[in-house]
């Protein structure tokens, strides 16, 4: 090659080593402002979820020391625990540029990209416990990241296994993806752990989880509107407690639809539980279904910290002040005002033998400006309605009461149990709060405008209480 040649070619590498540290400058500078972005929504995120918490939660860049060709940040995580203690969890982000980061070469990535990003927490504070019982130099978790020019970001979180020297934990490690579009602020989320088992020291109770899979998508816009849906799956929950019989729940699952507009929130959730097993004998399925509209999240988490700050009192059994009454009767206002509906759709427990089931309705409107100045009283005045729809199976039951016996007892405690049933169904029939339906004893109640209806017949609260309370030998 000649030394025209030579020359040549050492300036188109130039060049392009010129041009490239340009980009990468560049793709530093976009990162930065990318991360500093993220950093805002956070915040903004936390401010809506603990609206009522003082301090709020905060997330800092503590340090951010951009180079050419990588950066180097660290961010700090602010809250107050329950102890009223200020505390701070510190992580680490080691981010290299774009448009083709050496740390995601390295990995065979080749695709350009703003920034590869690996964060992992800090020694130190609450992490301090799960550095412990990692191998040394090894963090418990890690979070690396793809960030596309076009804002587009791609990542895995890595849980570590921990198993602590006392097997008070033994946790299998998982592993997270979670993918974020800026154009449509989606942000979908699925992982799978293996196992989690837990020992709580003080009752000896041991909780094992095994299979667990989720996913979910959250869509955001404003400030705090967003919609999401979020689902899990065990294959098998296990509780033991000592001197009792082994409990499991085999394939319960978790389903949640969320929506919030504003301060407003109205979420479905609905567990299924699974196979249900005492001793390894099956007792049938149970379900849940609850419904909330309209609840004014910011409200009842004021509302909520106020209580909890009466009940950590030196005697929590003390007469509230006029002052603490006021208070709660001004947080419990803005709640009421949103008109909350909270509904148990369905609690189910089904088994080859029958089907029992509870339902359940609250239903409250504005309180009225002549309210009474109590908690209790407030909330009764903004009352639109209560309800409550009961089914219960004797055979179903008689089945579970036979199958958690054992022993010569059994056979008396099913008679017991069927006679117990029959005396208080039949009471409660002849007075007119339930009746009879095949092997089934339901019962219908309402409460609006001050009266009660019980399976259609109308009564005072008075009046339904001292039958309540007569069936309980409680009456004159």
């Given at each position: 090659m000649s030394h025209r040649s030579l020359k040549t070619a050492a300036g188109l590498v130039a060049a392009l080593a010129?041009?490239?540290?340009?980009a990468s400058w560049y793709a530093g500078r976009l990162a930065q402002d990318r991360v500093e972005d993220w950093v805002e929504q956070a915040n903004q995120e936390i401010a809506a979820q603990w609206a009522s918490a003082d301090p709020r939660p905060v997330l800092t860049i503590q340090a951010y020391r951009r180079g050419v060709f990588s950066s180097d940040i660290r961010y700090g995580f602010q809250f107050r625990d329950e102890d009223g203690r200020d505390q701070t969890l510190g992580l680490h982000d080691a981010l290299a540029h774009g448009p083709w980061p050496w740390a995601a070469v390295r990995q065979g990535e080749w695709r350009p990209a703003a920034a590869w990003s690996l964060i992992e927490p800090?020694?130190?504070?609450?992490?301090?416990?799960w550095f412990d019982a990692q191998p040394a130099g090894t963090a418990p978790w890690t979070l690396r990241s793809r960030i596309g020019f076009d804002g587009r970001v791609a990542a895995q979180w890595r849980l570590e296994p921990v198993r602590l020297a006392d097997n008070r934990l033994d946790f299998s490690g998982g592993l997270v993806r979670i993918d974020y579009d800026p154009e449509t602020r989606e942000t979908a989320v699925s992982g799978r752990i293996d196992r989690l088992a837990a020992v709580d020291a003080d009752s000896g109770v041991r909780a094992r989880f095994e299979g667990l899979d989720f996913d979910g998508r959250t869509t955001r816009s404003g400030e705090t509107d967003l919609q999401s849906r979020q689902h899990a799956r065990f294959g098998e929950v296990r509780v033991d407690v000592p001197d009792a019989p082994p409990v499991a729940f085999i394939g319960p699952s978790l389903s949640s639809d969320t929506v919030r507009i504003g301060g407003l929130l109205d979420s479905r959730l609905a567990y299924d539980l699974g196979q249900l097993q005492v001793d390894r004998q099956d007792l049938g399925r149970i379900t849940l279904a609850l419904t909330a509209e309209h609840l004014d999240v910011a409200g009842l988490q004021a509302l909520a910290d106020a209580l909890g700050q009466l009940n950590r009192r030196e005697d929590p059994?003390?007469?509230?002040?006029?002052?603490d009454r006021q208070r709660l009767c001004a947080l419990a206002v803005p709640v009421l005002a949103a008109g909350p509906r909270l509904?148990?759709?369905?609690?189910?427990?089904?088994?080859?033998?029958g089907t029992s089931e509870l339902k359940a309705l609250a239903e409250f409107r504005p309180a009225p400006e002549d309210a009474p100045q109590d908690l209790g009283g407030l909330i009764e005045s903004a009352i639109r309605q209560l309800s409550a729809h009961l089914s219960l199976s004797k055979p179903m039951l008689l089945q579970v009461v036979r199958q958690t016996q054992h022993g010569e007892g059994a056979d008396m405690a099913v008679a017991l149990t069927s006679m117990l049933f029959d005396q208080y169904a039949g009471r409660l029939e002849r007075q007119g709060l339930a009746q009879r339906r095949g092997d089934a004893t339901e019962a219908d109640y309402r409460y609006a405008d001050g009266q009660v209806t019980a399976n259609?017949?109308?009564?005072?609260?008075?009046?339904?209480?001292?039958?309540?309370?007569?069936?309980?030998?409680?009456?004159?």
């Open positions: 010129l041009a490239y540290t340009g800090l020694p130190g504070g609450l992490w301090q416990p059994d003390e007469e509230l002040s006029e002052q509904t148990l759709d369905a609690l189910r427990w089904e088994t080859p033998q259609g017949r109308t009564m005072s609260p008075a009046e339904f209480a001292a039958q309540f309370g007569d069936l309980a030998g409680l009456g004159q």
